[in-house]
Protein backbone atom coordinates (compact mmCIF):
# COMPACT_ATOMS: atom_id res chain seq x y z
CA UNK A 1 0.00 0.00 0.00
CA UNK A 2 1.18 3.91 -0.20
CA UNK A 3 2.09 6.43 1.61
CA UNK A 4 -1.18 8.62 0.73
CA UNK A 5 -1.83 10.95 4.06
CA UNK A 6 -1.82 14.55 3.46
CA UNK A 7 -1.29 16.84 5.66
CA UNK A 8 -4.05 18.65 7.56
CA UNK A 9 -5.28 22.52 7.93
CA UNK A 10 -5.10 22.27 11.76
CA UNK A 11 -3.71 20.73 14.29
CA UNK A 12 -1.31 21.14 17.81
CA UNK A 13 1.22 23.83 18.02
CA UNK A 14 4.62 21.79 16.46
CA UNK A 15 8.07 23.03 18.36
CA UNK A 16 10.70 24.86 16.00
CA UNK A 17 13.63 22.83 14.90
CA UNK A 18 16.19 23.55 17.47
CA UNK A 19 19.80 22.50 18.63
CA UNK A 20 18.01 22.26 21.87
CA UNK A 21 15.33 19.40 20.03
CA UNK A 22 18.24 18.30 18.49
CA UNK A 23 20.45 17.42 21.17
CA UNK A 24 17.50 16.10 22.89
CA UNK A 25 16.58 13.86 19.71
CA UNK A 26 20.42 12.66 19.84
CA UNK A 27 20.20 11.91 23.77
CA UNK A 28 17.19 9.89 23.64
CA UNK A 29 18.48 8.08 20.19
CA UNK A 30 21.57 7.00 21.99
CA UNK A 31 20.09 5.73 25.04
CA UNK A 32 17.53 3.46 23.15
CA UNK A 33 20.05 2.39 21.19
CA UNK A 34 22.33 1.87 24.14
CA UNK A 35 19.76 0.54 26.81
CA UNK A 36 16.42 0.06 24.66
CA UNK A 37 13.59 0.21 27.22
CA UNK A 38 11.29 2.76 27.25
CA UNK A 39 11.12 6.53 26.08
CA UNK A 40 7.98 9.07 27.58
CA UNK A 41 6.13 6.04 28.90
CA UNK A 42 6.11 4.33 24.88
CA UNK A 43 8.40 1.25 23.96
CA UNK A 44 11.12 2.74 21.76
CA UNK A 45 13.09 2.24 18.94
CA UNK A 46 15.54 4.72 16.72
CA UNK A 47 14.16 4.87 13.06
CA UNK A 48 16.67 5.44 10.78
CA UNK A 49 15.00 6.46 7.37
CA UNK A 50 17.08 8.19 3.84
CA UNK A 51 15.80 12.22 3.65
CA UNK A 52 13.53 12.20 0.84
CA UNK A 53 14.94 15.34 -0.72
CA UNK A 54 18.49 15.48 0.51
CA UNK A 55 19.38 11.45 0.55
CA UNK A 56 21.11 11.75 3.97
CA UNK A 57 20.37 9.50 6.94
CA UNK A 58 18.09 10.86 9.58
CA UNK A 59 17.70 8.87 12.99
CA UNK A 60 14.61 9.83 14.91
CA UNK A 61 13.26 8.25 18.18
CA UNK A 62 9.61 6.76 17.97
CA UNK A 63 7.27 4.76 20.12
CA UNK A 64 6.65 1.67 18.83
CA UNK A 65 3.48 -1.30 19.59
CA UNK A 66 3.50 -4.69 18.67
CA UNK A 67 1.41 -6.11 15.71
CA UNK A 68 1.77 -9.80 17.20
CA UNK A 69 4.42 -10.75 15.24
CA UNK A 70 8.04 -10.66 16.40
CA UNK A 71 9.23 -9.85 13.11
CA UNK A 72 6.90 -6.31 13.11
CA UNK A 73 6.60 -3.38 14.61
CA UNK A 74 3.64 -0.15 14.90
CA UNK A 75 4.92 3.13 14.27
CA UNK A 76 2.58 6.01 13.98
CA UNK A 77 3.18 9.78 12.39
CA UNK A 78 1.04 11.04 14.85
CA UNK A 79 3.83 14.41 15.12
CA UNK A 80 1.53 14.90 18.96
CA UNK A 81 -1.25 15.92 17.15
CA UNK A 82 0.22 18.62 14.65
CA UNK A 83 -1.25 19.35 11.14
CA UNK A 84 1.65 18.22 9.33
CA UNK A 85 2.93 14.62 9.19
CA UNK A 86 6.59 13.97 10.35
CA UNK A 87 9.59 14.26 8.10
CA UNK A 88 10.39 10.73 8.70
CA UNK A 89 6.88 9.90 7.00
CA UNK A 90 8.60 11.44 3.37
CA UNK A 91 11.50 9.81 3.83
CA UNK A 92 9.64 6.32 4.70
CA UNK A 93 7.15 7.16 1.59
CA UNK A 94 10.21 8.30 -0.45
CA UNK A 95 12.71 5.07 0.15
CA UNK A 96 10.43 2.38 2.09
CA UNK A 97 12.68 -0.40 1.53
CA UNK A 98 15.83 1.53 2.75
CA UNK A 99 15.10 1.58 6.45
CA UNK A 100 16.16 0.29 9.73
CA UNK A 101 15.83 0.28 13.70
CA UNK A 102 17.97 -0.42 16.35
CA UNK A 103 16.94 -1.08 19.76
CA UNK A 104 18.92 -1.63 22.82
CA UNK A 105 22.37 -2.72 20.83
CA UNK A 106 20.42 -4.95 17.74
CA UNK A 107 20.17 -3.11 14.21
CA UNK A 108 17.12 -4.17 12.13
CA UNK A 109 16.65 -3.59 8.68
CA UNK A 110 13.09 -2.92 7.68
CA UNK A 111 10.71 -2.31 4.96
CA UNK A 112 7.80 0.43 5.62
CA UNK A 113 4.21 -0.23 5.14
CA UNK A 114 1.63 2.49 5.34
CA UNK A 115 -1.86 0.53 6.95
CA UNK A 116 -5.31 1.04 5.11
CA UNK A 117 -8.67 0.02 5.78
CA UNK A 118 -9.81 -2.96 8.06
CA UNK A 119 -6.35 -3.27 8.74
CA UNK A 120 -5.21 0.62 10.13
CA UNK A 121 -8.77 0.23 12.08
CA UNK A 122 -7.73 -2.55 13.72
CA UNK A 123 -4.26 -1.47 14.36
CA UNK A 124 -5.48 1.84 15.44
CA UNK A 125 -7.67 0.26 18.17
CA UNK A 126 -5.34 -2.25 19.73
CA UNK A 127 -2.72 1.68 19.53
CA UNK A 128 -5.46 3.75 21.36
CA UNK A 129 -5.94 0.71 24.22
CA UNK A 130 -2.54 0.43 24.99
CA UNK A 131 -1.80 4.54 24.53
CA UNK A 132 -4.78 6.66 24.65
CA UNK A 133 -2.75 9.64 24.21
CA UNK A 134 -3.41 9.00 20.17
CA UNK A 135 -6.71 9.30 20.43
CA UNK A 136 -6.35 12.66 21.85
CA UNK A 137 -3.40 13.52 19.02
CA UNK A 138 -5.91 12.59 16.87
CA UNK A 139 -8.56 14.69 17.99
CA UNK A 140 -6.40 17.82 17.74
CA UNK A 141 -5.83 17.47 14.09
CA UNK A 142 -8.04 17.44 11.01
CA UNK A 143 -5.42 14.54 9.19
CA UNK A 144 -6.11 10.41 9.86
CA UNK A 145 -2.75 9.67 11.79
CA UNK A 146 -0.56 7.44 9.75
CA UNK A 147 -0.36 4.18 10.97
CA UNK A 148 2.82 2.26 9.79
CA UNK A 149 4.35 -1.33 9.59
CA UNK A 150 8.01 -2.10 9.57
CA UNK A 151 8.38 -5.72 8.78
CA UNK A 152 12.06 -7.29 8.93
CA UNK A 153 13.57 -7.48 5.56
CA UNK A 154 15.31 -10.43 4.77
CA UNK A 155 19.30 -10.19 4.04
Known sequence: MSFTT?????G??????????????DRAA???RTKGGKFLGFN?????????????????????FPTGDDDSWLIVASAAGGPKNPAWYYNLAAHPADVTIEMAG????VIA???????????????????????????????ELPIIRLTRRSS
Request: aromatic share 6%; proline share 5%.
Open 44 to 64: ALVLTTVGAKSGARRANPVGW
Open 6 to 10: RNGTR
Open 113 to 143: EQLHGTERDDAWRRITAAAPRFAQYQEKTDR
Open 12 to 25: ARQPKASRLMKWMN
Open 30 to 32: HRI
Open 106 to 109: AKVP
